[in-house]
């Protein structure tokens, strides 16, 4: 069984494209995270919810909207992608706010924009 | 603000070879340490953490120390074999009341190659 799971896997798409990616965790954790990867492998948090309400909010375009229709879900929706948005979208869950938490890490969505 | 700094890479070495992979960081209250592993086409996943000063986190034959007088969480392994390439990530997680600041900041990763 998948512990953290994405969909899709791999997204191609057009500039200015509205596009999503979605993510579930069955284990039954109550603080969920969104990280995009570059193309040099940092890692940089965006997003982080704790029981669907929304705790870190780092600096990200308001393009990006992520949406926590509950505890096991926390999708990430993308308006007007840009040539930038290519990278890869981590979701990661952890029981509790991070501090000594062990984080558990989806598969990635590779995102590429043309 | 907390910062983590790991060596600059990539690194290769021949199997059985001794690792040591850098890390150092600055943090406010009394950070949780972590090294997270990532193998090729794969999510992170944790390999070893450190919760307080002197702790020692230690999983697959690799180790590393929590060392508050030298800010640093350096990562070793006696034997690395070739299914140990992968990309290491060092990071730290601030321990909040509020939650504010209660993430992960990450190092830049480095890379690891072992030849047969």
């Known amino acids: 069984d998948t512990a953290v799971s994405q969909t899709p896997k791999y997204l191609v798409t057009q500039m200015g494209n509205d596009k999503s990616i979605k993510c579930e965790q069955n284990l039954g954790h109550d603080t969920m995270y969104w990280y995009k990867q570059d193309s040099k492998k940092f890692l940089k948090i965006m997003f982080s919810y704790n029981n669907k309400e929304l705790i870190i909010n780092e600096t990200v375009p308001n393009r990006f909207s992520p949406k926590s229709p509950d505890k096991a879900h926390l999708n990430l929706h993308i308006n007007s992608l840009e040539l930038g948005d290519s990278a890869v979208y981590f979701c990661a869950s952890s029981q509790g706010l991070a501090g000594p938490n062990e984080q558990f890490f989806g598969p990635g969505t590779r995102l590429t924009v043309l | 603000g907390n910062s983590v700094t790991q060596m600059e890479g990539p690194v290769t070495l021949s199997e059985e070879a001794f690792l040591t992979i850098n890390c150092t960081y600055t943090a406010t209250g009394y950070p949780s340490l972590f090294w997270y592993v990532q193998y090729p086409g794969e999510g992170l996943q944790l390999l070893l953490k450190?919760?307080?000063?002197?702790d020692k986190g230690s999983n697959k034959g690799f180790e590393a120390t929590y060392r508050k007088e030298t800010t640093s969480f350096h990562l070793e392994k006696g034997s690395v074999q070739v299914s140990d390439s992968a990309v290491y990530f060092c990071a730290l997680s601030d321990v909040t009341r509020d939650g504010a600041n209660s993430k992960l900041t990450f190092g830049k990763g480095i890379t690891l190659s072992v030849r047969p």
């Open positions: 450190a919760t307080k000063a002197d």
